[in-house]
């Protein structure tokens, strides 16, 4: 096996900066860094017809996987041994890496290099489904052209393969997601007999209750790289809405961001919301004993509770996501979750896109899976592990699969990190004194500035 390290370039949504949980650092940014915006709105007109390059059967593929589904590429490569592999192991975008695309431009210049395989971010895919220069083609084939059956690519849960989606073409197969749901202490919420909320209106109340009736016991922390993505995103705020393929908007004046602010606000002035981060240095220590909630991705329970915050099994529950009072629709973020390509060099499609389909949809990959599978079917297998649910108060099974087919897709996926304008201007703000509310506007002027660089026309309304 081949090693390839990258340079970490970027601020993407590396939520473990710190030793301050057991969580190690390569875990953690498997899990959330690949938690870039997850969605796009693709285009209505396709292409023309994927032409594959001159096909070789039997030919070697080389894989490019992070250390976290490396073991599932070895698995899979016992078990069909008649398939020749060549694994190279690389950070699989963590951290906002641009390693994969500077390789793919590098390749587009030499003529040669291209791995078949490779684990990436959504992130990732909004250049991989594109030419790097005149000429050259799109890294990502369109699996949807002969490569993966549609009735597969059906089976993936509702939205999920909306970052994949193109110019009416899908170019990746979803590995994971970490869809945002309710977390609790059901210990505590019992013993102090407070009902579970299913509101946000209720939530906010609840939490005001628990500062008076219980100083030092927190609902939830805005003070992460990724949260807003669990309660902006949720609250279908349009701040990374594309409206069209080049265009952006980014509005945080409207009413959908302005009241999840004010709620927010609310809560942290009465300190039962922190505006430090559940990954933040001494947190675990210090605080990580008094979340009665918390408001994030399914991937809280195994990796913030119980490795991070060492709290004992069967306390902690899950619980749908939150709803607004006198709204119908129910939908929630996500925080995490990766993708995985063939390339369109690929001289054995046959083989890259059966590996594809395998790490993706088998039960017998996906149910020891660290996290939430994406293919529906493969999803309840992993439910089923005792593994994945011992651990928990309650049956997280509906609440996990009620989130997983209400994620807002308008969220979009862009070609830059939604986290590093919420890093650099949110989150000092907030350790600093001030509200979320009076931070919207510079907040909504640094997407802004990103998406420019990027070359997105913005608009805000």
């Given amino acids: 096996m081949e090693s390839s390290r990258s340079p970490r370039t970027g601020r993407r949504h590396s939520l473990l900066r710190t030793a301050a949980v057991t969580l190690s650092l390569a875990t953690a940014a498997a899990l959330a860094g690949c938690a870039s915006a997850d969605t796009t709105?693709?285009?209505?007109?396709?292409?023309?017809?994927?032409?594959?390059?001159?096909q070789k059967a039997g030919s070697q593929i080389t894989v490019w996987a992070d250390s976290t589904r490396l073991p599932s590429v070895q698995a899979y490569q016992k078990s069909h041994p008649d398939v020749k592999m060549k694994i190279v192991t690389y950070?699989?975008?963590?951290?906002?890496?641009?390693?994969?695309?500077?390789?793919?431009?590098?390749?587009?210049?030499?003529?040669?290099?291209?791995?078949?395989?490779?684990?990436?971010?959504?992130?990732?895919?909004?250049?991989a489904s594109e030419a790097t220069k005149p000429g050259a083609r799109p890294f990502a084939a369109p699996l949807d052209e002969k490569l993966v059956p549609q009735s597969t690519l059906d089976g993936f849960a509702k939205g999920s393969l909306t970052p994949c989606q193109f110019n009416g073409h899908t170019y990746c197969m979803r590995n994971d997601i970490a869809q945002v749901l309710l977390w609790y202490n059901k210990s505590l919420m019992d013993k102090w007999g407070y009902k579970v909320p299913t509101t946000w209106q209720e939530y906010e109340a609840l939490g005001k209750q628990?500062?008076?009736?219980?100083?030092?016991?927190?609902?939830?922390?805005?003070?992460?790289?990724?949260?807003?993505?669990?309660?902006?995103?949720?609250?279908?705020?349009?701040?990374?809405?594309?409206?069209?393929?080049?265009?952006?908007?980014?509005?945080?004046?409207?009413?959908?961001?302005?009241?999840?602010?004010?709620?927010?606000?609310?809560?942290?002035?009465?300190?039962?919301?922190a505006t430090q981060g559940f990954f933040s240095q001494g947190f675990a220590k210090n605080s990580g004993g008094k979340v009665l909630m918390a408001y994030g991705p399914s991937w809280y329970g195994q990796y913030l509770f119980k490795a991070g915050f060492k709290t004992p099994a069967k306390q902690i529950a899950a619980a749908p996501p939150l709803t607004w009072t006198g709204e119908s629709t129910t939908a929630t973020g996500n925080v995490g979750g990766g993708v995985w390509m063939v390339s369109s060099h690929s001289a054995n499609l046959k083989a890259s896109s059966d590996l594809v389909t395998w790490l993706t949809t088998s039960d017998e990959n996906q149910a020891t899976a660290p996290t939430y599978p994406a293919y529906t079917q493969a999803a309840k297998a992993w439910l089923a592990n005792p593994a994945n649910s011992n651990y928990f108060a309650n049956d997280v099974s509906e609440p996990f699969e009620q989130a997983a087919s209400e994620v807002w897709t308008g969220w979009s996926n862009t070609r830059f990190s939604d986290s590093t304008a919420w890093s650099s201007v949110v989150l000092p703000a907030l350790t600093s004194g001030k509200s979320l509310t009076d931070t919207l506007p510079a907040w909504q002027q640094e997407i802004a500035g990103e998406a420019k660089t990027q070359g997105y026309k913005v608009v805000d309304q």
């Fill in 91 to 127: 950070d699989g975008g963590a951290d906002g890496s641009t390693y994969l695309q500077s390789k793919v431009q590098l390749f587009d210049r030499t003529g040669s290099g291209w791995p078949d395989v490779v684990f990436g971010t959504p992130t990732d895919v909004t250049w």
């Fill in 41 to 54: 709105t693709p285009s209505s007109s396709k292409q023309s017809a994927f032409k594959p390059v001159a």
């Fill in 210 to 273: 628990v500062a008076k009736e219980h100083p030092g016991y927190l609902v939830g922390s805005v003070g992460d790289t990724n949260s807003h993505e669990s309660y902006f995103w949720s609250g279908q705020c349009p701040a990374f809405s594309l409206v069209k393929p080049d265009t952006l908007r980014t509005d945080l004046r409207d009413p959908k961001c302005t009241r999840m602010a004010t709620l927010l606000d609310n809560l942290i002035s009465a300190k039962a919301i």
